[in-house]
């Protein structure tokens, strides 16, 4: 890409690795030099919380209102009812509304710690889309908004098209989500005037779809921008681990695992992430991602602390590197290690030695727990498991804790509680 950015927004967009594709860059570019622009990203509210997945987008809400523009975090109370189809192999489970509303409130949590709401001109607001879609009148909506779609041109889409490929079900529910998401820019444009949708590129088609209703029932010109769609550089889809998604909601996924998801990072993700899930200068980022040796696991230490502040603040993100350094280099239990409690009662009942292993999410079973037993990578209280067997109280120390630990990087502790 050689267009150069005029505007502060897309020169860090360009800069720092966010952008993968726009409607019209040079048209966006002076609109965001003009005056301040609305721009949303949306987020159907099928989880209690946000993920790791969610906080390139996060970021980029972010950076628009640190570069003087105005965020919207649109959440989907209306279009989580019929579920984003869009590279998924079967429909989404339908949530009741008061689920809805429960997860659009964990949700928000998040985005206070990464935006400033408010009334003002660059104050981020959070709107919910029911507020509109809850209100239409299928009839009207049909003949003022459905007659501008093609059935063909849908069909054409790589998100539909890849499910109908595989001769998956797409369900005339799932069908409608692209003319609702559609017609969510163009209500945003009518009532804030919002100028810019982005989202992943997986999102492009839902995108020029509400360019392009907006375009035919305004008469308005209005922009898309997509980040790409991250994978790590061992191939993985980026917010995943081996006990499943890496929540954003500190009661979820604690700061410590938090901490440590970063502190794992591949060498070669090193650079990237931290111009991605950072504040720090890209020439800071750049000399930091071309360490290499023993180096590099600073630059870890690094990463793994930006991040965690941004999210959770400074004293979370000191007391988990305690932790790891107390885990790591010392040996010791960390305060700050993820905990599974269990009563003398249980324990007196019985209670697998693969049991807190699995709980904690260090290992994804009972079954693999035991194959890693056999491999020597399990370790209770720093000595090999080496057959399953149940815990008994002489496993606890004095404090009624017991450390856990798989592998190199994998840490955890039992307590044991009256």
């Given amino acids: 890409m050689t267009y150069h950015a005029k505007s502060d927004f897309m020169r860090v967009m360009m800069e720092r690795g966010y952008l993968a594709d726009c409607t019209d860059y040079q048209a966006l570019d002076e609109a965001l030099v003009k005056g301040v622009v609305p721009a949303y990203i949306g987020y159907d509210a ?20 640190k570069t003087g523009h105005k965020p919207i ?7 989580t009812k019929v579920g984003d189809p869009s590279f998924r192999a079967e429909e989404r489970p339908l949530l009741l509304p008061d689920q809805i509303g429960a997860n659009i409130a ?40 459905g007659r501008h779609f093609s059935v063909n041109r ?3 889409f790589e998100s539909v098209k890849s499910r109908l490929d595989r001769e998956q079900s797409l369900s005339f529910l799932e069908f409608n989500y692209m003319i609702l998401q559609a017609y969510d820019f163009l209500e945003l444009y ?58 954003l909601d500190g009661g979820m996924l604690s700061p410590y695992e ?4 970063w502190r794992n990072t591949t ?95 260090l290992v994804g079973s009972g079954k693999e727990a035991k194959r890693l037993m056999g491999e020597g990578s399990i370790r209770l209280n720093d000595t090999p498991v080496t057959a399953a067997a149940h815990l008994t109280e002489t496993d606890f120390d004095a404090d009624g804790i017991a450390k856990l630990a798989v592998g190199r990087k994998k840490f955890g502790r039992v307590q044991l509680a009256d």
């Fill in 267 to 361: 060498d070669a993700d090193v650079g990237r992430f931290l111009k991605l899930y950072t504040e720090l200068p890209v020439e800071e980022c750049d000399r930091l991602g071309a360490l290499s040796g023993s180096e590099i696991n600073a630059a870890k230490v690094i990463l793994a602390r930006e991040v965690t502040t941004l999210l959770h603040g400074a004293e979370a993100a000191k007391a988990a590197e305690a932790t790891a350094r107390e885990v790591f280099e010392k040996g010791g239990i960390g305060d700050d290690l993820p905990t599974h409690r269990v009563t003398r009662a249980e324990l007196a009942a019985g209670i697998a030695n693969t049991a807190p292993f699995v709980a904690l999410g």
């Fill in 73 to 79: 975090t649109l959440m989907g109370g209306g279009t």
């Fill in 190 to 247: 009518r009532r804030h005037g919002c100028l810019l949708q982005m989202g992943g590129s997986d999102q492009w088609g839902n995108i020029v779809n509400g360019i392009d209703l907006t375009r035919r029932v305004l008469d308005q010109q209005i922009f898309g921008l997509t980040s790409p769609l991250l994978t790590t550089s061992d191939g993985r889809k980026m917010g995943k681990s081996a006990g499943g998604a890496v929540w």
């Fill in 154 to 156: 849908m069909l054409s």
């Fill in 46 to 65: 099928t989880a209690a919380s946000l993920h790791v997945g969610h906080l390139l987008n996060i970021m980029m809400l972010r950076w628009l209102q």
């Fill in 258 to 261: 938090f901490w440590q998801f």
């Fill in 106 to 145: 964990g949700m928000g949590k998040v985005f206070a710690r990464y935006l400033s709401y408010g009334e003002g001109a660059t104050d981020a607001v959070m709107l919910n889309n029911a507020e509109w879609l809850d209100r239409l009148n299928y009839l009207e909506f049909l003949r003022d908004i």
